[in-house]
């Protein structure tokens, strides 16, 4: 283990630097099993872990007033967004919307965890709970894939602090 130096840029600038990686946005979603009340919020730390098993992860600040429902889920969904729902991330990333789910399509998947219309997606990944590991501020929740399907949607970007189109190349196929 190495010995940790005291960090020589502040917070904004640590913010600023990461915000330079783009990344996928997705809305993470689960049921809170006292109330069957759908719950969901919007995460850009989404990433894969393992083909075999398959298995991917996803970060939630450990201030987050869901941090116990999510914690103590067995499984929940996660929908990779498609570039044209700016408005559903933003639905799902604010605290001042009481009901998230309230004008979009969705239903119960077997499990029991909210399924987002494939509408809204450019993937979906239903998981099994199964790792949790703390690390900093964030707990990293990772997830066992029982089932995942896409589409052929360009997915949302999140870019240098504001959300961005996927950007399109005479190379992609």
């Known amino acids: 283990m190495s010995i940790k130096r005291q960090a020589d840029f ?9 915000g330079r990686f783009a ?12 109330t069957n009340t759908p719950m969901g919020l919007t995460v ?3 990433n894969s872990v393992s083909l075999e098993p398959p298995m991917v992860l996803w970060c939630l600040r450990l201030a987050s007033k869901n941090l116990k429902l999510f914690q103590n889920s067995k499984h929940y969904n996660i929908h ?6 700016i408005d559903l991330a933003m ?11 309230e ?14 219309s494939s509408e809204y997606c450019s993937a979906v990944f239903e998981c099994a709970n199964e790792q949790q590991h ?20 360009l997915p949302l970007v999140f870019h240098a602090g504001t959300f961005d189109l996927t950007p399109t190349s005479s190379f992609a196929k």
């Open 80 to 85: 990779i967004l498609s570039n044209d729902q």
């Open 44 to 46: 850009s730390s989404f």
């Open 23 to 34: 990344t996928g946005v997705a809305i993470v979603t689960t049921t809170d099993p006292e």
């Open 103 to 116: 004008g979009i399509d969705w239903r119960f998947g077997e499990t029991g965890a909210p399924l987002l």
């Open 134 to 153: 703390s690390a900093g501020d964030h707990l990293i929740m990772v997830g066992h894939v029982e089932h995942c399907e896409h589409t052929n949607k």
């Open 91 to 101: 639905q799902f990333s604010t605290a001042k919307v009481p009901d998230r789910f």
């Open 10 to 18: 502040s917070e904004q600038d640590f913010r600023l630097a990461l």
